[in-house]
Every structure is written in C-alpha cells, then in structure tokens.
C-alpha cells in the first residue's frame, strides 16, 4: 500500500530554515505529482507547494520566495525547503499523492517558529 513519512520538523527560530523530507513507497514514485501541505492549529489544512512529475513547480503565495519543493525519483523522496521562516508557518506539515483520485497523506512532521 502506498505510504508515506514525513521527518525534518523541528523547533526553529525566525528567520532560520529547515529541509523536510517525504518518503514515499508503494507506488511508482517517478510517475506522480506530490505536494506539501500545512495546518495549523484551528485551522483548515492548506496547500503548500506542488511538484510535477516533469519537475514542474507550483506554490502558494505566502511561501513564494522562500520555500523550495523538490523531488529525487532515485530516492522515492520529496523534500521542501523552508527559509526565511516566520512564526505563522508553524504547524504540521504534511505530503500528498493523489493517484486513482484517491489521496494519501503522511502522518505529518511538526515545524514550530519561536524565539
């Protein structure tokens, strides 16, 4: 079955940056779009960024600038790095596939913004 586990998550300071990582395992990783999400405490789960199976990057504005997705088919795994950080990224950071209009999430890597 398709699963997938987050890590990278820690307790960092604003305007530090920190490399979460998504592997993945049960499914042909090469061959589907992944994506990053959030949510934070009381509120809705949000997209992140995306990445294509061309490579092809998308991102949501408040992350423009400052965060990068990318993926490493060798290794099944999507990372995202985060810089510039602020207070209001905290939250639980999750990855998703979609494949047969089914979604499969990570059981999530929390990331908290503090001095």
């Known amino acids: 079955q398709v699963q997938l586990v987050e890590s990278g998550g820690d307790l960092v300071q604003p305007g530090g940056s920190l490399r979460l990582s998504c592997k993945a395992s049960?499914?042909?990783?090469?061959?589907?779009?992944m994506a990053w999400y959030r949510q934070a405490p009381g509120k809705q789960r949000e997209l992140v960024a995306g990445i294509t199976v061309a490579g092809n990057t998308n991102y949501a504005d408040f992350v423009k600038g400052r965060f990068t997705i990318s993926r490493d088919n060798a290794k099944n795994t999507v990372y995202l790095q985060m810089s510039s950080l602020k207070p209001e990224d905290t939250a639980v950071y999750h990855c998703?596939?979609?494949?047969?209009?089914?979604?499969?999430w990570g059981q999530g890597t929390q990331v908290t913004v503090s001095s």
């Open positions: 049960g499914l042909i990783f090469s061959k589907n779009a």
């Open positions: 998703k596939v979609t494949i047969a209009f089914t979604n499969y």
